[in-house]
């Protein structure tokens, strides 16, 4: 399973819609994600990967492939290390 299938399940899961929705192109806002529901996302991925993602960071995220593009890049640079 790839990380981005792995992020989809999550938020499919949190947010109750059917992952088959979610794309890359997706907001969260297009998904109907309240603001809880992206912070319940954004801690079950730190805790899935291993990795933290600061305020600041997240929210910078315009849309799901945001989301996936910085948890890829930040889980190649913990496993390079």
């Known amino acids: 399973m790839t990380i981005e299938e792995q ?3 999550i ?15 997706s907001t969260f806002k297009e998904i ?3 603001s809880l529901d992206v912070v319940q996302a ?6 899935t990967f291993g990795i933290e ?4 960071e997240a929210q910078q995220f ?3 492939g945001d989301f996936v593009s910085y948890v ?8 390079k290390v």
């Open 7 to 9: 992020i989809r399940d």
């Open 72 to 79: 890829e890049n930040h889980v190649t640079q913990t496993e």
């Open 42 to 47: 954004l801690v079950a991925v730190e805790e």
């Open 32 to 34: 109907k994600a309240d």
């Open 11 to 25: 938020v499919a899961k949190i947010t109750r819609v059917d992952k088959s929705i979610i794309t890359r192109e």
């Open 53 to 56: 993602i600061p305020d600041e």
């Open 62 to 64: 315009k849309n799901f």
